[in-house]
């Protein structure tokens, strides 16, 4: 299996894992060590080492944004392609909320990978949208299902 294909293999776990909130879904997916990096402005901007620590944290942010929202769909901006051992591409996700317009954020991903599994998963966030996704979140924070207790 190319890393594309193990890379299409990992979305689609990761969408089992997010559905579930199973995350050891995840776990042939990544090295021991590995690191998932945000580069963006913060506080979008995160650096997580480790799979147990890299699992946690997406269990996190889907609990404390993802799933405040109706819905979400992810979709692929551009076909990933292998750029030297790495899968990359661009993102977008898309967040629907009753009574308030979509929130749209768009981003790109790249994949590093050590054999089958990765060992760094980066995601790269203009400024702009983190400024506007913070501005969303302010003006329709009221409409977003309450985190949990």
């Known amino acids: 299996m ?84 790495a899968v990359w591409f661009r993102w977008a996700a898309t967040y629907t909320l009753a009574g308030a317009p979509n929130l749209r954020m768009e981003g790109e991903e790249t994949a590093l990978f050590a054999g089958d599994r990765m060992r760094r998963l980066e995601d790269r966030i203009a400024a702009e949208t983190v400024r506007s996704t913070q501005t969303y979140l302010a003006e329709h924070d009221t409409k977003l299902k309450p985190l949990p207790a």
Not at 9 to 19: I, N, S, V
Not at 72 to 82: F, G, I, Q
């Open 2 to 85: 190319n890393i594309i294909d193990r890379f299409a293999a990992y979305a689609a776990a990761f969408e089992d894992a997010y559905a579930s909130d199973d995350w050891s879904k995840l776990d042939p997916f990544f090295t021991e060590d590995a690191v998932y990096d945000v580069v963006a402005e913060a506080p979008f901007a995160t650096s997580i080492a480790g799979r147990e620590s890299i699992k946690a944290y997406f269990k996190q942010i889907c609990t404390v944004l993802d799933r405040r929202f109706d819905s979400r769909s992810v979709e692929m901006l551009t076909a990933p392609v292998d750029r030297g051992g």
